[in-house]
């Protein structure tokens, strides 16, 4: 009788090559610096969706004239990002701990890469906007990943010059954005503002999965979280949309009341549940750890006082007569000594200075900055040095703040942390946004000067939590590896 020869099934083999991190060639792996590929790697995708964040305005005028739209409803090409975008962060990085990060981070990029297309692509301003969120839940799989794929690469003692860098990418492509995409709107249209992805999206990917570490450390997942998504996602929403429609929108005030208080219960509903669930998607024994807790805090008081300026200052420079293109350069000032301060950190600070220093130190010049914002004449003479001293503090806080926070967080739950640091990140633009565009409009009456000194005064007061977070966030700082793990800078693949 003969024997009849089986084989494993072909669905099954798929299902291996779909789910299954693949080790870096054995080449890549035993390289000395295999973890300056990684971090090369990550700082890639993070240039890309700073400057896809800051270009994406630039398409404004056009939208509006090819789709024959108003600006409101243009303004959802932004707003529907940046709302998937928050509320997805900690969700992504819940599920890259139970199922890999880099398997997650290259599954971010190739939505991310396929939305850009479909964006490019876009026949109307409605598909447009649904593209975008699709474009953001892969930059939400991308950007919650990043910060944990830097923290797991790099050897102990070098995570914090890898978080400069990183921070550094993002810088560069947030002062590259206006000019790119003022010069791609310009000359090709903007469908080239989505379509320049493309290319960029497909070699990024290659360069992920061969030079990409597999994930070492998990937190097995039996059942997600999904009522703690909703909740969460409740709460950011109603938050933002909220804080949008306080700032000078035509929206009753009734409206702005009830989407705050909407935002209230479900934060509210969302930490008790939290505490309760078998499998939370924020463990809440994370946020009780004080570096934690007030390094978050921190994180959103710097990208506040980031993104606050980025409205402030073209509306008081072209107020008074300058072109769009002399605000522009004027505003470079700010992400370029951001990038100088968080790439050259390392360098120009001694080594003996602690986080817990660096973080009192770029938190007191920033907010100092601020302040400054709100006494000198509002002339390109000197907001360029004041921007740029701010600048230097964030970019001396940032990569400081940063690591304190995934240093205080186990590497099984480091997808978590860098959804959390990524999404006080996202609250603190969308804040610094609103928050300058409330004073300009409650200043109205007495001119955008009067505005520009309010928000900067807002500015320089918000951003003293930050400071605080220096100060109170007194857990001792580790003088190693995690026991875990963490950052070995060598990995199993």
Request: charged share 10%; with cysteine.
């Amino acid at each position: 009788m003969a024997t009849r020869l089986t084989s494993r099934p072909t669905g099954r083999r798929w299902s291996a090559v779909l789910t299954a991190e693949r080790p870096r060639p054995e080449g890549i792996r035993s390289r000395p610096n295999a973890w300056w590929l990684a971090v090369g790697t990550v700082c890639f995708g993070a240039f890309m969706g700073q400057l896809d964040a800051s270009i994406v305005t630039l398409t404004y005028g056009s939208l509006r004239t090819g789709f024959h739209a108003s600006l409101a409803a243009v303004e959802w090409v932004s707003l529907a990002y940046l709302l998937t975008l928050v509320a997805l962060l900690v969700p992504a990085g819940r599920l890259a701990d139970a199922h890999g990060r880099k398997l997650l981070y290259l599954y971010g990029f190739a939505l991310f890469t396929l939305a850009s297309a479909a964006c490019g692509l876009a026949p109307s301003l409605a598909a447009l906007v649904g593209f975008r969120v699709l474009q953001a839940a892969g930059a939400a799989l991308m950007q919650a990943n990043s910060v944990a794929l830097v923290t797991t690469s790099a050897p102990p003692e070098r995570i914090r010059g890898a978080l400069g860098v990183q921070a550094a990418a993002q810088a560069l492509g947030l002062a590259l954005g206006p000019t790119v995409g003022g010069a791609l709107v310009s000359t090709l249209g903007w469908r080239w503002v989505f379509g320049v992805n493309v290319p960029i999206g497909l070699l990024a990917l290659v360069g992920g999965h061969y030079l990409l570490p597999r994930t070492r450390a998990r937190t097995r997942v039996a059942r997600f979280d999904r009522a703690g998504l909703g909740l969460l996602a409740l709460t950011t929403t109603g938050a933002l949309l909220g804080v949008s429609a306080a700032s000078g929108l035509a929206v009753p005030g009734w409206a702005v009341a009830v989407l705050f208080a909407v935002a209230g219960a479900a934060g509210w509903g969302f930490a008790r549940h939290q505490r309760r669930a078998a499998a939370p998607l924020v463990d809440p024994a994370l946020l009780r750890v004080r570096a934690v807790a007030f390094g978050l805090a921190g994180a959103l008081s710097g990208y506040l006082v980031l993104f606050g300026p980025l409205v402030l200052v073209p509306v008081v420079l072209t107020a008074r007569g300058s072109s769009e293109l002399i605000a522009g350069a004027v505003l470079t000032a700010l992400p370029a000594g951001f990038a100088l301060a968080a790439a050259g950190g390392e360098r120009l600070l001694p080594r003996t200075l602690t986080d817990r220093a660096r973080c009192l130190l770029g938190a007191t010049v920033f907010t100092t900055a601020m302040a400054a914002l709100a006494a000198v004449p509002l002339t390109a003479a000197w907001v360029v040095p004041v921007l740029a001293l701010s600048g230097l503090g964030l970019g001396a806080f940032t990569p400081a703040n940063n690591t304190m926070i995934m240093r205080a967080i186990p590497a099984r739950s480091s997808g978590t942390g860098g959804g959390l640091v990524n999404m006080a990140r996202g609250l603190g633009t969308a804040l610094g946004v609103a928050l300058v565009t409330l004073a300009l409009h409650l200043a109205s009456g007495a001119g955008v000067e009067a505005g520009a000194r309010w928000s900067a005064l807002i500015l320089a007061g918000v951003s003293g939590v930050a400071i605080a977070s220096a100060r109170l966030a007194t857990d001792p700082e580790p003088a190693g590896p995690r026991a875990d793990g963490a950052g070995t800078g060598r990995g199993v693949g």
